[in-house]
T-cell receptor, first 106, second 110 residues
Framework: GIQVEQSPPDLILQEGANSTLRCNFS?????LQWFHQNPWGQLINLFY???GTKQNGRLSATTVATERYSLLYISSSQTTDSGVYFC????????FGAGTRLTVKP | EPEVTQTPSHQVTQMGQEVILRCVPI?????FYWYRQILGQKVEFLVS????????KSEIFDDQFSVERPDGSNFTLKIRSTKLEDSAMYFC????????FGSGTRLTVV
């Protein structure tokens, strides 16, 4: 099955810093989503982005499907951005990466 | 915005008992899923369901597990003879194009 790798596994930032999270996948895909898992365990959909670039406020994402990677950019990070960020991708059924645990310090 | 609803939010059960986790997918979605997440680990695919039958299942989804769509709105995951290692957060999802996840059921087997 498809392999999904995320990097870095852990990231610590000062409030206001920018960051880039990466998701590599092993096969061609027709869906890709980025999720934020909040402290209560909920999976919050950030982007549905099988290709191209999207922006939502301080967050943006780019997927280059031909090169099998996606990037999530967080600008001007805030403490509320802390949590685990998951990339999930696949064909009909998605598989998750192991996540990037982001800690934003005040 | 439409939501996927899961009940209960928390369940504690004795080892060996059967549990049924319930989900109400978004009404016009056709694909339904169950995933689980053991505490501190990644989210793992269990099973996908389309057109009233299982379309794919992982190696985790053995004979202990079953899924059902008993009526036009509910989608259930049954776990028979629960084990300690079944303790996890179980997520239901449905999709049209993008996936929408429910808030999860935290299952604790004691």
């Amino acid at each position: 099955g498809i392999q999904v790798e995320q990097s870095p596994p852990d990231l610590i930032l000062q409030e206001g810093a920018n960051s880039t999270l990466r998701c590599n996948f092993s096969d061609s895909v027709n869906n890709l989503q980025w999720f934020h898992q909040n402290p209560w365990g909920q999976l919050i959909n950030l982007f549905y982005i099988p290709s191209g670039t999207k922006q939502n406020g301080r967050l943006s994402a780019t997927t280059v499907a031909t090169e099998r990677y996606s990037l999530l950019y967080i600008s001007s990070s805030q403490t509320t951005d802390s949590g685990v960020y998951f990339c999930a991708t696949g064909g009909q059924d998605m598989r998750f990466g192991a996540g990037t645990r982001l800690t934003v310090k005040p | 915005e439409p939501e996927v609803t899961q009940t209960p939010s928390h369940q504690v059960t004795q080892m060996g008992q059967e549990v049924i986790l319930r989900c109400v997918p978004i009404s016009n979605h056709l694909y339904f899923y169950w995933y689980r997440q053991i505490l501190g680990q990644k989210v793992e695919f269990l099973v996908s369901f389309y057109n009233n039958e299982i379309s794919e299942k992982s190696e985790i989804f053995d004979d202990q597990f079953s899924v059902e769509r008993p009526d036009g709105s509910n989608f259930t995951l049954k776990i028979r003879s629960t084990k300690l290692e079944d303790s996890a957060m179980y997520f239901c999802a449905s999709r049209e194009a993008s996936y929408t996840f429910g808030s999860g059921t935290r299952l604790t087997v004691v």
